[in-house]
């Protein structure tokens, strides 16, 4: 691990999805950072960076072309992301939750 940090969102997310997807963005740019200081470095990265979700709602956005009438606010978060993975810069990777036992 690289870096690390929690931040407080700037906007309100309507959903479990809109905020993992905003938090997807916010990965994505903070990876080609620290790609472009890598490579100052003389050190390229190896790519597809692949970056875990746990969320499978979230990579259908961004492995869908076709824009929902719902996602509308998610315009660019949404170019960003999928234009890194055209790119061949990232790919996504499911991460299951295991489920925690109930509570009695």
Same mark, same amino acid.
């Given at each position: +691990?690289? @870096?690390?940090?929690?931040?407080?969102?700037?906007?309100?997310? &309507?959903?479990?999805?809109?905020?993992?997807?905003?938090?997807?963005?916010?990965?994505?740019?903070?990876?080609?950072?620290?790609?472009?200081?890598? !490579? *100052?470095?003389? /050190?390229?990265?190896?790519?597809? $960076? /692949?970056? !875990?979700? *746990?969320? &499978?709602?979230?990579? =259908? /956005?961004?492995?869908?072309?076709?824009?929902?009438? %719902? +996602? &509308?606010?998610?315009? $660019? *978060?949404? =170019?960003?992301? %999928? *234009?890194? $993975?055209?790119? #061949?810069?990232?790919?996504?990777?499911?991460?299951?939750?295991? #489920?925690? @036992?109930? $509570? %009695?």
């Amino acid at each position: +691990m690289v @870096s690390w940090k929690t931040k407080k969102q700037k906007t309100v997310a &309507k959903s479990n999805v809109e905020a993992e997807y905003r938090a997807m963005s916010a990965t994505v740019s903070e990876l080609e950072w620290i790609s472009h200081l890598l !490579h *100052d470095f003389g /050190i390229p990265p190896t790519l597809p $960076i /692949i970056m !875990h979700c *746990d969320n &499978k709602a979230a990579q =259908h /956005i961004v492995a869908n072309p076709v824009f929902h009438e %719902r +996602m &509308k606010h998610l315009n $660019i *978060d949404c =170019h960003y992301t %999928r *234009d890194k $993975i055209v790119e #061949s810069f990232l790919q996504t990777a499911h991460v299951p939750l295991k #489920s925690s @036992s109930p $509570i %009695r």
